[in-house]
């Protein structure tokens, strides 16, 4: 073989080698640099397992925790229930308690008014007569809320005369309006129907604290009650609007009118001897009959509370064709006419 090509091939050979070695060299630094790699993550994954056993062990003292504080609250839960229960049991039957000799005391003080009696007694007796009324009343509202509260209250709904039963409802209302020189005025719109299916006792209250309510606080000027229905997917709806031209109630009051032992009156003198469940008893009622209740107010102005009250035509009742349990005919109010127009606004 010539020179020339010996020479080239181990100056290549060389070359080859060289390339080899210096490979060599970056393999080994590579290694190094793995298993220093591997070193650090070793380490890691030892950090990592004791921090894992540690928050495990953590979540495991949460879960106690938790479970813990699921059983005290369990009990405090079932506590609270029980005490409500026990409050309202409380007031269910201290109220009756009173109630019953009250409704004799009030009995005998009518029956004594109707003897002959000297101007001084009888005004003594009526004072004592209105007295009793009135704490019959706060017994009635303190009975009623605690039945609500113990979720011990049912509704009853049946057919009634919408139009004679507010119409009834009103008129002792006009009456207490007039000694205080204000009017009491009410409209019905012709699109109420005649007979609807609700609990008739329930809308009364309502109404009757309303009303009632407005003709407390409003010592000049009237309170106008409307009566219409308004139509939405699921149905008919009864809509009670009351308007008065009273104090009216302030801004920063308004969104707690509707709590229990809160007052309307905006002085809080509580001259009116209210207890305060007046509107409270009735946000609960309408929230029981699935509706809503607002109030619009500005002081000096007077208020308009709004009530809406889903409920379902009924027809006309044939008391011939109806017997109640003990088979006697159960009788409805007799039926009015009403003309086809809305009917104007009328001093009650």
């Known amino acids: 073989m010539p020179l ?85 049991h409380f007031l269910v039957n201290m109220s009756r308690e009173i109630r019953t000799p009250m409704t004799g005391m009030l009995g005998m003080i009518d029956f004594t008014l ?42 009853a709904p049946e057919p009634f005369d919408v139009r004679r039963s507010i119409a009834d409802l009103l008129k002792p209302l006009g009456e207490e309006a007039a000694k205080k020189q204000i009017r009491l005025r009410h409209t019905l719109s012709d699109a109420v129907p005649e007979f609807i299916l609700a609990d008739e006792m329930r809308i009364r209250q309502i109404l009757l604290n309303l009303v009632g309510n407005a003709v407390k606080f409003t010592q000049r000027g009237s309170v106008t009650v409307q009566v219409h229905v308004s139509q939405d997917c699921d149905g008919k709806n009864l809509c009670l609007s009351i308007a008065d031209t009273g104090v009216g109630i302030p801004e920063e009051r308004r969104g707690t009118i509707f709590d229990a032992f809160v007052q309307a009156e905006p002085s809080g003198t509580r001259s009116h001897g209210d207890t305060g469940l007046g509107l409270a008893i009735s ?34 009742p044939e008391a011939e064709a109806l017997t109640g349990q003990v088979g006697k005919p159960v009788h409805f109010p007799e039926r009015r006419d009403v003309p086809n127009r809305r009917q104007p606004l009328m001093d009650v």
């Open 4 to 88: 020339p090509k010996m020479k080239a091939q181990a100056k290549s050979r060389s070359e080859v080698h060289s390339r080899l070695h210096q490979k060599e060299l970056e393999l080994q630094k590579k290694s190094r640099q793995l298993a220093a790699a591997n070193l650090r993550l070793a380490d890691s994954n030892r950090k990592l397992l004791g921090r894992t056993g540690e928050l495990t062990g953590k979540s495991h003292e949460m879960e106690r925790t938790v479970a813990l504080l699921k059983r005290e609250l369990d009990l405090a839960k079932k506590s609270a229930v029980a005490a409500r229960e026990a409050k309202s």
């Open 114 to 155: 109707d003897s002959d009696l000297k101007p001084d007694q009888a005004s003594r007796l009526e004072i004592a007569r209105r007295a009793g009324k009135a704490l019959v009343k706060v017994i009635n509202d303190v009975l009623d809320f605690a039945r609500i509260e113990a979720g011990h209250l049912r509704l």
């Open 283 to 316: 946000a609960k009622l309408v929230s029981l009959m699935g509706g809503e209740i607002s109030c619009q107010s500005s002081p000096g102005a007077g208020s308009t509370f709004s009530v809406t009250i889903p409920v379902a035509v009924a027809p006309e």
